[in-house]
């Protein structure tokens, strides 16, 4: 099979379940994604070509309809579904469209809460379920006994996959017609409460093939990191039901050849998967959280496997250390992918590899940098009529006129229109004394020490500063407990001649609390820390500390 793309003329006013029809009527066997058949790749691989994989689309279009009936286009349901992170994913959101309706990709990492807020938000009466994971049948029947549900029980990867053809199921609604149509409900991760539910539309999928060609949008625009992605079969690490997964396997796919490699959707990424995937001939570059790339680079021999690649992307948050990207571009072409949830990815020029830490945003985005500390400055997009179809929030949100990110950037010290991730305003810790601090930094420089996983600097509200550490082998009574900060402490320091600007962000030894092994710090899918969520957890244990 090839991995080549093929632009077949006729595919500007179709919408992608009729775009991925087309290419498997024009080129049947053109390659469309590759599933590892188990977490050891000596297992094998099964190759789907855009014929296989649009049969599956059919296949769960014709069984859809015969167990939910088929839309008007204008009353459209909600279909949930509930399972495994894999391609039953995106076959499910495929599949609903072609019947008028749309799906409600859920996480299995939600909450029972989490997901009963999200079908209530979403008015979802309808609910698929992974009948081949044990573990999630009895999330289901909590989840039903909370809520009226018509739920059904939805076949293994396999079964959609059957050779056994199928007749093509159309869809007729185009892009001209139905920009504004609803294709899927994804969801942020609930960091800071319930999972929000974001809609993404026909026209905001479309979007992404302007990245192709920035200059047709906007004169003189620079080329985007699309050329970097686009044309290689490529290893996604994130799960179909987050962003960056659910669009390797649709639009960025469909609309830049960029073909994913996915793993099974069972086995959480982890460095030494990632490091065998890299492994294989196909494999040609990679998307990666920091979560799991960081590690990777700890180990030599999976570090010298990026050299066989030819790009390595990273998302989801900053490195620890400007350390570790150095080394990763030392053997290959480094890019940052960014984006969230309900605006979908932002188009970033390409750059020098000197300026990996930093991003310059295309014109094709509508970004402005608005100050917000003395240093930092919040991102906000403008709506603008000659960006129109090319502005993925305001496809999904067209009442707005412009939307705050939350996302704070640094400038580049003498380069114009360079910008470094910093965090988000939520991150910035205002204690009672009225000092702003972003914690980022000091977070890092503790993430340096072998022995510590994760680190959150904490004190909102509060006069001082107080460390929440993450430790591989947490203490287990005051004794070790000393000992760990003996050994930490220089490291601290370091942490706290980053706070050299404000005396409260030093923190002293009377404020460390190490994370438990019962309590771990809360993660998103992605495998960030989620902040909120984890000094949430540790209430208790912090306002002990601070009275005392």
Not at 186 to 191: F, I, N, P, V, Y
Not at 266 to 281: E, M, N, R
Not at 424 to 442: E, K, Y
């Amino acid at each position: 099979m090839s991995a080549k793309t093929s632009t077949v003329p006729d595919e500007s006013n179709l919408l992608l379940p009729a775009v991925i029809d087309l290419r498997a009527q024009e080129d049947p066997d053109k390659l469309f994604c590759v599933l590892l058949k188990s977490a050891d790749v000596q297992d094998g691989l099964d190759y789907v070509s855009y014929s296989d994989y649009a049969n599956a689309v059919n296949r769960c279009s014709w069984w859809l309809e015969g167990k939910l009936g088929k839309g008007d286009g204008r009353n459209m349901k909600t279909i949930g579904y509930f399972g495994p992170p894999d391609i039953r994913q995106t076959i499910v959101a495929l599949a609903v469209s072609k019947i008028n309706h749309k799906a409600l990709l859920l996480s299995p990492r939600n909450s029972v809460e989490g997901i009963v807020e999200l079908l209530d938000v979403c008015d979802c009466h309808s609910l698929l379920f992974a009948q081949d994971i044990q573990a999630i049948t009895p999330l289901v029947n909590n989840i039903s006994s909370r809520r009226n549900l018509q739920v059904l029980p939805f076949e293994a990867v396999t079964h959609w996959l059957d050779s056994a053809k199928v007749p093509r199921y159309t869809f007729d609604a185009t892009l001209e017609k139905d920009a504004s149509r609803p294709f899927a409900i994804l969801h942020t991760s609930g960091s800071t409460g319930f999972p929000e539910p974001a809609i993404y539309t026909f026209g905001a999928m479309a979007s992404y093939r302007t990245f192709l060609e920035p200059q047709e949008v906007i004169a003189g625009a620079k080329r985007t990191m699309v050329d970097l992605w686009k044309n290689k079969v490529t290893y996604v690490a994130f799960p179909t039901s987050h962003m960056v997964g659910f669009l390797c396997g649709t639009a960025f796919n469909v609309y830049w050849g960029m073909t994913p490699i996915f793993g099974p959707g069972t086995v959480i990424p982890t460095p030494k998967l990632a490091a065998s995937i890299h492994q294989l001939d196909i494999c040609k570059s990679t998307v990666l959280p920091v979560s799991v790339l960081e590690p990777l680079t700890r180990v030599p021999e999976y570090l010298e496997g990026l050299r066989s690649l030819d790009l390595t992307i990273w998302c989801g948050s900053p490195f620890s250390s400007s350390a570790v990207p150095e080394k990763i571009r030392s053997l290959v072409t480094i890019n940052a992918g960014y984006g969230a949830t309900e605006a979908g990815p932002f188009v970033t020029q390409v750059e020098s590899q000197d300026d990996y830490e930093y991003m310059s945003f295309s014109p094709l985005m509508g970004a402005r940098f608005q100050q917000y500390t003395d240093d930092l400055y919040e991102m906000i997009i403008d709506k603008k009529v000659e960006l129109n179809g090319a502005q993925h929030i305001f496809c999904a949100f067209p009442e707005l006129n412009e939307w705050h990110s939350k996302d704070l950037f640094s400038k580049h010290p003498t380069k114009p229109d360079l910008w470094r991730y910093e965090g988000r305003t939520d991150d910035i810790l205002v204690l009672s004394t009225g000092a702003n601090i972003n914690p980022l930094s000091m977070e890092g420089v503790l993430m340096t020490h072998p022995k510590v996983v994760s680190a959150l600097l904490t004190g909102e509200r509060k006069p001082e500063t107080a460390w929440l550490i993450e430790v591989c082998d947490p203490p287990e009574n005051v004794e070790d407990r000393q000992s760990l900060i003996e050994e930490l402490w220089s490291t601290i320091e370091k942490a706290n001649d980053e706070a050299h600007v404000r005396i409260e962000a030093k923190v002293k030894r009377s404020n460390i609390i190490f994370v438990t092994k019962e309590k771990p710090m809360s993660r998103a899918a992605k495998g960030s820390v989620q902040r909120k969520a984890t000094i949430r957890a540790y209430r208790e244990e912090l306002d002990a500390l601070y009275d005392n």
